[in-house]
């Protein structure tokens, strides 16, 4: 039986209350916090940054202690100064977009050097051309089905062929080198979409306003794994 992962974004949750909204959601059984990070540059939004990681990781656990990973999607540029800053923090797995780096390899061993998981994010448009020549450096693909910037925008249908064309990537990476990339999708994931997503080969589903913007998180997470298990 796979594997399947919810990553409740935060971009929708009440900024005014993030704490107590990472530990309800968690709650809830989120299996990863994820955190968006825009800068006004590389997306036309702006959100929050290393001090608020930091101040929210002691609220990524549940409540036997267990840590929940802290994944953050960058959506800047450039990328390199922010890594350290984000490790230190508390990050467990950063990702960025290929184009938001001058040099795709130095920013993945930079992650990998500040000891989190380096992931690699496609926005809707981007070409996965990159992918064949970093499989050994990443640790997580991000697929993104909306155009990055805001959180409660609609599914757009491409993005599951494409991640169809990063599972077969991905398979046959782990037949030859037995190591596991993640694979995540993010954007305009809901309980009744969650399942085609799967099926195109996600393992990983961030959804934001699906979550938040409904008073039950539980309700909302069990659905949706009630739609993964088909
Ligand atoms: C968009 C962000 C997403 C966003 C998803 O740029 O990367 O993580 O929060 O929000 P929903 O699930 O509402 O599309
Ligand atoms: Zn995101």
Known sequence: M??????????????????????????????FIHFDVMDNHYVPNLTIGPLVA??????CKRADGTPVPLDVHLMVKPVDALVPMFAKAGADI?????????????????????????GLVFNPATSLDVLDYVMDRIDLVLIMSVNPG???????????HKTAIVRKKLDAYKAQ?????????????????????AAAGADTFVAGSAIFGQPDYKAVVDAMRA????
């Open 54 to 59: 930091q101040s929210l990781k002691p609220h």
């Open 177 to 197: 080198s037995g190591r596991d990339i993640l694979l995540e999708v993010d954007g305009g994931i809901k309980a009744d979409n969650i399942a085609k997503v």
């Open 2 to 31: 796979k594997t399947y992962r919810i990553a409740p974004s935060i971009l929708s949750a009440d900024f005014a209350r993030l704490g107590e909204e990472v530990r309800n959601v968690i709650a809830a059984g989120a299996d």
């Open 94 to 118: 950063i990702s960025f977009h290929p184009e938001a780096s001058e040099h795709i390899d130095r920013t993945l061993q930079l992650i990998r050097d500040s000891g989190c998981k380096a």
């Open 227 to 230: 739609n993964l298990a088909g």
């Open 150 to 160: 805001f959180g409660g925008q609609s599914f757009i249908e491409g993005a599951l």
